[in-house]
């Protein structure tokens, strides 16, 4: 038998254990391929860091267009295709659910490590050597993190606003991030929860309403809810205060019987008799409402025309057709509870705003509910001129509202402006004399990788990228930990004095997800893609000429 194996694959003919029209690489072609996707994928967004950075123009199939530098949304709309650059854009998705801020930086040191990676493997060092070395380097890093890193509470307002402006820099409507940055810290503070004696902060309570029209400086916060919805009746009064509001889970209508039924009328009085019998029960729906002392009524079925008849005679408001999230909103906004059958409704059910009105804003109705006494949920009305710019501004405040969180939850701030990534750089350099071999000089390669970060805000800013890392390393062989890039004076000044903080969770997260996605890119030693010259050969096969046609 292995005499005819062998013979097999001297003369005879070759095995194919891979169907026709597979690509295959192995080896040194497919870490090469690998690693020059994920470069370029880095490549994309990296003009995109830091206050200066550039904004990427998006033009999907159907023209829509999509203007920002926010490193996710630019890799989720770019629908990569090549497997190792979708990896890339994990690690910008990963970031982005897991701390909000950071996800440019992330992707950007893991196609730095792969680049560092390739020079290694050009001197012939083997990829787990590299890996090992990698390993070591980042459990370094996340050490030195820990170790470098202050902690912050929700009693240091300014700091909190640093972190929210900090994580807004660079993206349209600057202008406006203080007030932004007031904003978004009073709704987080609103919302926030202490469980366990930790502070946790669920993000869907924050809830982001877009509307174009108005300036970046228009942004408002509702200690409340803004539905996108208006009131059913025109009758019904625009403004009403001291709110008592009843939320609902049913319809105000005459709803279908479950099973088939039907009714036999045999006379006009017959029949007058059962319509004024479903005028009897709505009224008497209404009654019910009214007596619990509720003036707004909101619910996520519908609502008859006859019942909003009775409503506004009452002067009672009501929306209908509300979102369930929408609905919980306003429960934890306005301590309602949301009452699935009117029977039950007591004026223990209700909840309570100062003002519940409805306003135009873009030319649409909407209602806002405000002014509630103790709010568990609140929305951010995010204005700006166009909707391009004012979709830009809800990525910056949703970017501002993870940084924040991420720093509430993990209590604890690194400085900014590349400041960290140097000090991290410099550290694990010495780490790296501890130890000999090929390791060593990986250790050294990841610790040259993470300077990828201040070199870049440099280059982005204009300035000479050399110079400034020369600066940079020199103030950090000196001990001053916090000494980073000021881009706009182009020099190297303590970055936490010009109030660039970070949160500790942002860069961990980074530097983790980057680490874990070089390596296992590097682990790749071998690429088989299905064939994608099926279809082809089909086609093929229907054109080719039959034996009779000839």
Do not use: W
């Not at 807004?168 to 469980?195: C, D, L, N, Q, W």
């Not at 009452?314 to 909103?329: P, T, Y």
């Not at 979709?391 to 970017?399: A, H, K, L, T, W």
């Not at 805000?457 to 600066?471: F, K, S, T």
């Amino acid at each position: 038998m292995a005499q005819q194996a062998y013979v097999a694959q001297i003369g005879g003919q070759p095995v194919l254990i891979l169907p026709e029209g597979t690509l295959r690489s192995t080896g040194k072609d497919a870490q090469r391929n690998n690693i020059a996707a994920a470069k370029a994928v880095a490549d994309i967004v990296r003009t995109t860091l830091g206050p200066k950075g550039m904004d990427k123009m998006l033009v999907d199939s159907i023209g829509d267009i999509t203007i920002t530098n926010d490193g996710v949304t630019i890799l989720e709309e770019m629908e990569v295709e090549h497997p190792a650059a979708k990896m890339m854009v994990e690690v910008a998705k990963t970031q982005n659910e897991e701390v909000g801020d950071g996800t440019t930086s992330a992707v950007i040191i893991a196609g730095e490590l792969l680049k560092r990676a390739e020079e290694l493997l050009d001197q012939d060092i083997h990829p787990t050597v590299i890996i090992k070395g990698y390993q070591l380097a980042k459990e370094e890093a996340l050490r030195v993190l820990e170790e470098i890193a202050t902690p912050i509470n929700l009693k240091e307002e300014d700091n909190l606003k640093k972190i929210v402006i900090t994580a807004m820099s660079g993206k349209t409507g600057k202008e406006a991030a203080p007030k932004i940055a007031e904003i978004i810290v009073s709704a987080v503070k609103t919302v926030v929860e202490e469980r366990d004696g930790k502070l946790y902060v669920n993000k869907d309570n924050i809830k982001r309403v877009k509307k174009h029209g108005a300036s970046v400086l228009d942004t408002e916060l509702v200690n409340g809810v803004v539905v996108d919805k208006e009131f059913v009746h025109p009758q019904m009064p625009k403004v009403v205060k001291n709110a008592k509001i009843a939320l609902l889970d049913c319809p105000l209508e005459i709803e279908k019987t479950e099973t088939d039924a039907q009714i036999r009328i045999t006379s006009p009085e017959q029949l007058q008799a059962f319509l004024q019998q479903e005028q009897r029960m709505i009224k008497e729906m209404v009654e019910k409402i009214a007596k619990t002392g509720a003036n707004v009524v909101i619910t996520e079925k519908g609502i008859d025309d006859l019942a909003q008849h009775y409503l506004a005679k009452r002067g009672i408001v009501a929306c209908r057709r509300v979102k369930r999230s929408d609905l919980e909103a306003l429960a934890k906004a306005t301590g309602a509870r949301i009452v699935s059958n009117l029977d039950d409704l007591s004026e223990k059910d209700l909840g309570f705003a100062e003002v519940v009105e409805e306003k135009k804003i873009a030319g649409e109705a909407m209602t806002f509910v405000k002014g509630c006494k103790n709010p568990k949920a609140v929305t951010i009305l995010v204005r700006g001129s166009t909707e391009h710019v004012v979709d830009e501004i809800d990525r910056n405040v949703e970017d501002g509202i993870g940084a924040l969180v991420s720093a509430i939850e993990s209590g604890k701030v690194v400085p900014g402006g590349g400041a960290i990534e140097a000090e991290l750089a410099k550290r694990i350099r010495e780490f790296a004399e501890k130890f000999s071999g090929r390791e060593q000089l990986a250790i050294q390669e990841f610790a040259n990788a993470l300077e990828i970060i201040p070199r870049t805000l440099a280059e982005n800013a204009g300035l000479d990228p050399i110079d400034i890392l020369v600066e940079l390393r020199a103030a950090h062989e000196h001990g001053k930990v916090n000494h980073g890039i000021d881009v706009f004076e182009g020099k190297i000044k303590d970055v936490v004095e010009m109030g660039v903080i970070e949160p500790l969770k942002v860069k961990t997260q980074a530097i983790k997800s980057a680490a874990e996605a070089a390596e296992m890119i590097l682990r790749i030693d071998d690429v088989i893609a299905a064939g994608k010259l099926g279809k082809e050969k089909e086609s093929k096969k229907t054109e080719t000429p039959s034996e009779n046609e000839y």
